[in-house]
């Protein structure tokens, strides 16, 4: 951590500037301070001595100090050669601030951690890929999958695999039609199952049913680090309860049973039933707007309908008005022959 401050704070955590000091006493005696507060010190910010509060996103809370140091000596124990005289330094300074708690619980902030930045998030998800051993579950929302973005977390999945983790991963169906994701899953070969069902929850990662993360903004540009037993059960629980809801990728989407009316079709006018706008239908299934628009348009010429409430009226008469029939255990086996049906990766 240390010699990673900012222009105006070009500090380590062991050596902090008199505000720096001054505002992170005052957290660690009071248990939090204001975020307006720490705008002039953004060193404790960037040196993770402060972060944002779970519960009020106004307010900063400090990282204990005990956990700051040993985070502190991790990374001087690896410079000892030139950083004996550091280790010393940090080490008081560290046992000044923790007096400063007193009894406070050196476990405060690890069931739930706000992780403020790409940077951060990027951190924690390499320490937790390093740490994982045995299965990693993921949801992956937001349609078809761009290359960059596969490539992006390539490097964590290819780690993963070469030390015979598990992979399960979920998407909306309109996946299927990205060829990135299915290069991804022959390269990945059998370390990763995906499935795909119309709709899925918010990004999830699930590292070995001990760790989870989530989106912790709109922008995704904080996200929440989960280590608290139930929240973590309570996450897997819905993750399973999805896969097995879910077609694997290699399996073919059920037929509407209505001619003329593709299984998405289907999809779009179970939500318009339930009286959504096109932009949160769209955002739903993973799909745009202009698409959504297309799908509909083309429901409403099936059915003849020549308005939005006649097509509501349509869908009902019709029984398009419900979720999309589940697959039987027949559907769901994967076939042995190397044929692809819709969406399904090349043979591996």
Avoid: K
């Avoid at 046992?95 to 007193?102: H, K, M, S």
């Avoid at 006018?269 to 009286?275: F, I, M, R, T």
Wanted: some cysteine; proline content about 5%.
């Amino acid at each position: 951590m240390a010699g990673h401050g900012t222009d105006e704070h070009p500090h380590g955590a062991d050596r902090l500037c008199e505000a720096g000091d001054r505002v992170y006493s005052r957290a660690v005696r009071r248990g939090r301070v204001a975020r307006r507060d720490a705008e002039a010190v953004p060193c404790l910010l960037e040196l993770a001595l402060l972060h944002p509060d779970p519960d009020d996103m106004d307010w900063l809370v400090p990282t204990s100090p005990q956990e700051v140091m040993t985070r502190l000596l991790r990374g001087v124990y690896d410079e000892i050669s030139v950083s004996q005289r550091r280790m010393g330094s940090a080490v008081a300074a560290f046992e000044w601030y923790a007096g400063l708690g007193g009894q406070a619980s050196s476990s405060e902030g690890v069931a739930i951690r706000v992780l403020d930045g790409p940077s951060r998030i990027q951190a924690a998800l390499d320490e937790a890929t390093a740490a994982c051993t045995t299965e990693v579950l993921t949801v992956q929302p937001g349609g078809i999958r761009r290359e960059h973005e596969l490539s992006e977390g390539l490097h964590r999945a290819l780690e993963l695999r070469g030390r015979g983790v598990r992979m399960r991963d979920l998407y909306n169906h309109v996946a299927r039609h990205g060829q990135g994701l299915l290069n991804y899953l022959e390269l990945m070969g059998d370390a990763v199952e995906a499935r795909t069902l119309d709709e899925v929850i918010d990004r999830l990662i699930l590292f070995d049913r001990t760790v989870a993360f989530i989106p912790a903004n709109a922008e995704r540009t904080m996200a929440l680090e989960l280590r608290h037993p139930a929240l973590v059960e309570y996450l897997v629980t819905v993750f399973e309860r999805l896969w097995r809801l879910a077609v694997p990728l290699t399996a073919a989407l059920p037929d509407t049973g209505i001619e003329g009316i593709s299984h998405r079709e289907q999809s779009i006018a179970a939500l318009l039933a339930e009286g959504h706008q096109d932009a949160v239908i769209a955002e739903r299934l993973g799909i745009s707007v202009r698409t959504c628009r297309a799908h509909i348009a083309r429901l409403s010429e099936t059915l003849g309908a020549a308005s939005r409430t006649q097509l509501g009226v349509r869908i009902a008469q019709v029984g398009l008005d419900g979720p999309p029939r589940p697959l039987s255990a027949a559907e769901l086996t994967v076939p042995d022959q190397g044929s692809a049906n819709q969406g399904s990766p090349t043979a591996r």
